[in-house]
């Protein structure tokens, strides 16, 4: 958020179990609802196949998030 505040586009990205904790820090940082990106957990130990799928996976959402006014 602060880098958005800077002018910069930005977005979150956490695997799963970390939702509840951006969801919290936004509302606590006033800006509830604050857009991320989820991926499933654990990234570890993913071959680089498996992590390219991922991004792939999110791609179009990732860009969307960072090209919003």
Known sequence: MLIEGAGAPATVLITEPFQGLVASGAVKLG????????IP???WGKEPEELRALASAIADQALSQLTRT
């Open 31 to 38: 800006a509830p609802g604050y857009h991320s990106l989820v």
């Open 41 to 43: 957990h654990p990234i």
